[in-house]
C-alpha cells in the first residue's frame, strides 16, 4: 500500500575533508546536512516524509545512521564506533511523497554547496545507485 | 516449524531499533534466531546496517512481501526451515506493507495464527498523518496487531495521546497495549509475549 505515493529515491553521498574527524563530528555534519536537504525539498510542496534515511559503514563494525521522519523534526544520528576518517561514503534512501528523484538530488546539491564553506567539505553525489546481490 | 515474529508499522516508526533490541536480547539466551528483511528502495539500508552489525539477514527485494512478493516470502521461509531450522523467525516487512496480507501469506504457508505474534509500531510523531491521509494502512494494521507499541511519545500531545487509544480500543480492543519511552522496547512485557511464544514461561 501506498508504494506509489512514496517513491524511494537511492543515491551515495561522498563527503571528503582534509583531515580526519571522528564519528561524532561526522554525524553533526551529517545532520546539517540532511536538515537543509529535508527543509529544501519539502520547500515548495505539500509533501509527506516516508522516512530520510543515510548509513555510513566504516571499519570493524563502525557506523552512522541518520533519520528524518517528519518535516520540522530535526535529524536524528546514531553512531559506534572510535575510529577516525578523512572522507565518508553514505548510502541515501529518501522515500518522500511527490519528490522524485531529480528534485531530490537538487535538494541534496544545494545543501551539501550551502554547508561546504563551513565544515570545509567536499561533497560529490552519485545518483541511481543499485545493491547488488 | 519456528515461530514468527512480525515487526510491523510505517516507515520510519521504529521497527529496526525493536528488531535490533530483541535480537540482542535473544541472543544472550543462545535462541536461535533468523531475520527476513523487505525493504522499498533500490538498496537496502537496514539490510545492510544489520550486516555491519554481524547478523545474517535473509533479504526479499524487488516487490513487497504483502503482495508482489508473497511467495518470495514462503520460498524464503521454505528454504530457512530446511536449512537453518531456526526457533524464532522475526519479519521486518517494509514500512508500506499491509500486515493483513503479509500475515495471510504466513497462514498459507501452515504458521498457525497463535504461533505468530504481531508487534504494530505506532509512531506518535506522525499520528496526524496517519489519521488524515493513512487511514486505511492504519486501521488496517491495528486490526491486525496483538501487540501495540506505542512508540515516539515525546512528539505527541496529551490529545493525539488520547485519541490514538480511543482508536486503538475501537479497532482492536484484544490488542495489548505498551507505551514506549526512550527507545526502549524491550520492557518486562515484550520479554514476556516473546517467552510465551517461545513456550518458556
Known sequence: MYQEEFVPVSFKLKIKRKYTVNLKYWAEIMKNIFDLYAEEICKNNDCHIGHIKALFTGKEKDYIKLSIIKKGLPAETDFEGINKYPAIELIVNSIVSSVDQKMSLAAMKSACKSLEKKFQIKTQIIAGTKQHH | ?201
Open chain 2, 1 to 201: 516449524m519456528g515461530k514468527i515474529v512480525l515487526a510491523t508499522g510505517f516507515l520510519g516508526s521504529g521497527k529496526t531499533t525493536f528488531i535490533k533490541q530483541l535480537i540482542d536480547d535473544l541472543s544472550s539466551k543462545d535462541t536461535k534466531i533468523a531475520l527476513i528483511v523487505n525493504e522499498i528502495g533500490e538498496i537496502g539500508i537496514d539490510n545492510l546496517f544489520m550486516k555491519q552489525l554481524g547478523y545474517n539477514i535473509w533479504e526479499l527485494f524487488g516487490g513487497c512481501i504483502c503482495c508482489t512478493l508473497s511467495s518470495g516470502l514462503e520460498s524464503t521461509l521454505i528454504q530457512l526451515e530446511s536449512e537453518y531450522d531456526p526457533e524464532l523467525i522475526i519479519i521486518e516487512p517494509s514500512g508500506a506493507a499491509d500486515p493483513y496480507n503479509t500475515i495471510n501469506a504466513l497462514l498459507n504457508h501452515g504458521y498457525p495464527r497463535e504461533d505468530i505474534i504481531n508487534f504494530f509500531i505506532l509512531d506518535m510523531a506522525r499520528f496526524d498523518m496517519f489519521v488524515e491521509i493513512m487511514s486505511p494502512l492504519f486501521i488496517g494494521s491495528l486490526k491486525q496487531a496483538d501487540v501495540v507499541l506505542i512508540n515516539k511519545i515525546k512528539y505527541a500531545d496529551e490529545k493525539s495521546l488520547k485519541e490514538a487509544d480511543e482508536i486503538i480500543s475501537k479497532e482492536n480492543e484484544d490488542s495489548t497495549v505498551i507505551n514506549i519511552y526512550k527507545n526502549d522496547y524491550l520492557v518486562t512485557e515484550v520479554q514476556y509475549l516473546i517467552n510465551h511464544v517461545l513456550g518458556r514461561e
